[in-house]
């Protein structure tokens, strides 16, 4: 009786469940996957449609704002992001975090960011900037590569061993200035020293004249689930400065971040 029970219950909510509206948010998904655009062709490829049916799908995506067409390639546009950020900025946890990261930042008059992991990306979720002017800018819902920010690699430091191998296998890790990683092997061995040590500096990885350094921020259970980094220009401190001045304020500050799951 009580697996016919359950047997009904679940034909109920399947009955519920919009087929088209979740083959349409796995589109999203494939699109997002691939920033650079796909086409339509790559597109039915990747989600197991015909061609037509991707059609309708990435069109209406198109006229409803989510996506835009360039020539034959499709892309995610910048309305989800705005979405996400909403939804981020409204999320408890950052709300908590907020005030350690201003005081963080007017501490050293530099940017306090916080972010999670997002496939072979940082995700910015909350963020205190500075007045000091950086080339790069920066937000809520920003995505960075993993591999070349110190966030990225704080973030990557919590993967198990073949979560790690996957992303080393798939990641696309380009060398934006002469100090980035891009071997394998090599960021496999910063990874291992970062989950050491408990923080990871990017120097000038990303761009020249900017250097990061990040901890983790744990949940109740241990689990690295967000980074916090301060970001500077390299003219204003040095690595060794960093590592004294910065870091155990910023540890500091990620302590009492966590204190917030300790209270749910």
């Not at 690699?153 to 080393?168: E, I, P, R, T, Y």
């Amino acid at each position: 009786m009580t697996v016919r029970t359950e047997s009904i219950e679940s034909a109920d909510r399947a009955r519920d469940h919009v087929g088209s509206l979740m083959k349409g948010l796995g589109v999203m998904e494939i699109l997002a996957a691939h920033p650079s655009g796909l086409t339509l062709t790559e597109t039915a490829e990747e989600a197991g449609l015909t061609r037509a049916g991707a059609r309708r799908f990435l069109l209406t995506l198109v006229a409803a704002g989510y996506a835009t067409q360039n020539g034959r390639r499709f892309q995610l546009s910048s309305r989800l992001l705005a979405l996400a950020r909403i939804w981020l900025q409204g999320t408890p946890i950052w709300s908590f975090a907020e005030p350690f990261m201003r005081q963080l930042s007017a501490i050293f008059n530099e940017s306090c960011s916080a972010a999670i992991l997002a496939g072979e990306d940082v995700v910015y979720v909350a963020r205190a900037p500075s007045r000091a002017i950086l080339s790069v800018t920066l937000h809520v819902g920003t995505r960075l590569p993993a591999y070349c920010t110190s966030m990225g690699k704080v973030l990557l430091s919590g993967l198990d061993g073949n979560q790690l191998a996957a992303f080393l296998d798939k990641a696309d890790m380009k060398p934006n200035t002469p100090k980035t990683i891009t071997d394998p092997a090599q960021l496999r061995e910063a990874i291992e020293k970062i989950r050491r040590e408990g923080f990871a500096v990017a120097d000038e990885e990303l761009e020249l004249g900017l250097r990061s350094i990040a901890v983790p921020i744990h949940d109740g259970t241990g689990r690295i689930v967000a980074a916090l980094n301060v970001s500077t220009q390299t003219a204003r401190f040095s690595v060794a400065e960093m590592k004294r001045e910065i870091l155990p304020r910023l540890k500091d500050a990620a302590a009492r971040i966590e204190d917030y799951f300790l209270v749910q």
